[in-house]
């Protein structure tokens, strides 16, 4: 979902998410990441419990997701040039790979992290064969 964004002499705004949107049902917390080096894979995982909202707000990353059931995979190109949102429910696995160095990616989800009660599932980057995470795929 495309974001709107907001810019004047000083500089700009956007709205990452509300409590409006219609796919919201709840807050647990928000996260940052930071991808230091272009390149950089972190996949596959999904959630159980959790849905998840992503926006890169500096640099770009390709988020893949895979849906088990469904045999699909796609692809979404975040960037914090043309901001938008991507809407992960629970039980797709996804993955990125950094397009640019220094990223940075915003997470809300609907679920806090507990290390006690993990609620995913995790397998290596290699793991769909259907999937190759290359520097030049896309």
Partial sequence: MKLVKHADARGFLYEVLRRDNAQFSRFGQVYVIGDAARGTVRAWHRHFKMDEWFCCVQGSVRFVLHDPVASTFSEHLLSGDDPSLL???????????????????????TEPYDPRQLDEERVPADHFPAYEWTPDHR
């Fill in 87 to 109: 809407f992960v429910p629970r039980g797709i696995f996804h993955g990125h790979r950094v397009e640019s160095d220094g990223a940075l990616t915003v997470a809300v989800c």
